[in-house]
């Protein structure tokens, strides 16, 4: 009979431990550092309160890395979920060549960000050669340098962000719209609704709770996906223009060797991450 | 009006799927080029004769095979560690009951959707403790466990009828008998969704194995690539490295061809974790 009693125990005991050791633990034990100036390893951390926290305040890195994240989010979020919108309401079965198209759009999601940062620098050649110069160019539009020009390396960003999370947003989207009731179309097209207002007082109202959805996890997705892109094609340059909080983060504790300092950063990564999580179960669970 | 409705309809969608397929197509097609061809204007996208000497060069200047078996050995065992963990876990919340199970599983829910970078710092110490830093050992140990698979493998093995396991409790099989005889025979499509999602999570894993080893024979492909860009910097054999992509993609996207619903499926209903 004991033995029953604790066989669930055992059961779990894999993944607790792990999940305790590997997420918990450092959960909090990067909380702790938050308090403490430490450079990973002199033996004695000195406590300094809330001045970590403080320091935030003035470190115009930071902030410039702060700016540059949301800047990214509030770009990518709205431009992904618009045009993945727009494509899962014309997709539809009748559509030649539907399974294709639907994986041709899902591609970009599957590969390593890795892969994708370093195909998009070949792409974004700052010269004559490279593939978008040559497009452009057909257009008449000039050259220009992309990655390596302080006012288009964000935007450059943008667009791999936005190219790589199309098709897995409007994926979410299909299966939304299939959920939507067809009696509600056929009574709107009785009161003749058509097109354009069959999408906007129908389909929009409908779809509010899973765009909700994919906008939160998107806008929390591009937080820390970013990472790879920008290790990868920029390195946060240039002159700091593409910096993000979380490779400032990287910078700050394994460039610096500012363990208490970049544990603060990431504490205030973990409050937005929270805050847009709790905001979603609020609205999640009004609707 | 209908027919310039659909002409419309189907112009946009053949238009964004050209420009998504692009960078694939822009890939492929430089890492089959000579050097002359890559830099060459007006731009051929179709090589005049497709050469494999950019497939040779990067394999062979690079130790790109070592990375290449790293690479499935760290996602290989990944996978095995993360099923095994989960069909557990998930087994012992979606079946039994005892104390503590709703906040336990809540606990573990807040695993979900938290950025890496929060606790890098921790984790990078803990395993420094655990003499886990630059081994293979690091790169899979850590990622063995997954909320995410507990999660879909409890809602599948909750809807399995109970009637089946009763008759095998009779029959005097114990709780892991009943897990690896009754139930894991008839979860094959959710076993098959986790394969998906942990393997194409492993195999693109860039920035844990970035902090835990910098030996080069421990690189993982991703990080070998990410490498392979950086000493090229200065000046960049386009055509090697894009043969290099195209392998370090190669993988994921033969699962995707032969699979491509099974995949888009197991992604879509995952909401949105990697």
């Known amino acids: ?287 | 009006m209908k027919k310039l409705r659909s002409l419309f309809k189907h112009s946009m969608l053949y238009g964004i799927a050209l420009v998504m397929i692009l960078p694939f197509v822009w890939m492929i097609s430089t890492s089959l080029k000579g050097p002359t061809e890559i830099f060459s204007l007006p731009i051929q996208w179709i090589p005049s004769s497709p050469k494999f000497e950019n497939y040779k060069t990067a394999i062979t200047s690079f130790p790109f095979i070592r990375f290449m078996i790293n690479s499935i050995v760290v996602t290989g065992l990944i996978i095995i560690g993360q099923l095994f963990t989960s069909v557990l876990a998930a087994y012992a919340f979606a079946r039994m009951e005892f104390k503590g199970k709703n906040g336990l599983f809540v606990l573990l829910l807040s695993g979900l959707m938290l950025p890496a970078q929060t606790i890098m710092i921790p984790m990078i110490l803990i395993l420094n403790k655990l003499n886990l830093i630059n081994t293979l050992a690091g790169l899979i140990i850590p990622f063995t466990w997954s909320t995410l698979i507990v999660f879909l493998l409890r809602q599948f093995f909750m809807k399995i009828p109970r009637e089946i396991e009763e008759a095998a409790m009779i029959d005097g099989c114990n709780t892991f008998q009943i897990i690896t005889k009754i139930i894991l025979p008839i979860s094959k499509p959710i076993l098959s969704t986790a394969f998906i999602l942990i393997f194409i999570y492993g195999w693109n894993q860039y920035f844990w194995p970035l902090l835990i080893v910098n030996k080069e024979e421990l690189y993982t492909l991703q990080l070998g690539l990410a490498y392979f860009k950086e000493v090229n910097s200065i000046e960049t054999n386009w055509g090697a490295l894009m043969a290099g992509t195209t392998l370090t993609m190669l993988p994921v996207i033969t699962v995707f061809l032969f699979c491509q619903k099974k995949v888009i499926e197991s992604i879509a209903f995952s909401g949105g974790k990697e």
């Open chain 1, 1 to 287: 009979m004991n033995k029953n009693r604790l066989t669930p125990y055992l059961l779990i005991a894999p993944t607790f431990v792990l999940f305790t050791i590997f997420f918990l633990f450092p959960l909090l034990y990067s909380f702790s550092l938050t308090f403490v100036e430490w450079n990973g390893f002199a033996i004695d951390k000195t406590f300094v309160g809330f001045s970590n926290y403080m320091r935030l305040f003035g470190d115009e890195d930071f902030i410039n890395a702060l700016k540059n994240t949301v800047t990214y989010a509030l770009l990518t979020v709205p431009l992904s979920v618009s045009i993945s919108l727009v494509l899962s309401y014309i997709l539809d079965e009748k559509v030649k060549g539907f399974q294709a198209l639907k994986g041709i759009f899902f591609l970009p999601h599957i590969v390593s960000l890795v892969a994708v940062g370093v195909v998009w620098s070949w792409i974004y050649l700052p010269d004559k050669y490279g593939l978008l110069n040559v497009i452009l160019g057909f257009f008449g539009v000039e050259i220009h340098q992309w990655l390596h020009d302080p006012d288009l390396a964000l935007i450059s960003l943008v667009i791999i962000g936005v190219w790589k999370s199309i098709g897995y947003n409007m994926v979410i989207f299909i299966a939304g719209l299939v959920a939507i009731p067809k009696s509600l179309y056929e009574a709107a097209e009785i009161d003749g609704a058509q097109g354009l207002q069959r999408f906007v007082y129908i389909t929009l109202p409908m779809l509010k709770p899973t765009i909700f959805f994919v906008m939160v996890s998107s806008t929390i997705y591009s937080l820390f996906q970013i990472f790879d892109i920008v290790k990868v094609t920029t390195d946060g340059g240039p002159i700091g223009r593409t910096e993000m909080l979380v490779t400032y983060l990287y910078k700050v504790g394994f460039t610096n060797y500012e363990m208490g300092y970049a544990s603060a950063i990431a504490f205030v990564l973990f409050a937005i991450t929270v805050m847009i999580t709790i905001v979603q179960k609020k609205f999640i669970e009004e609707s």
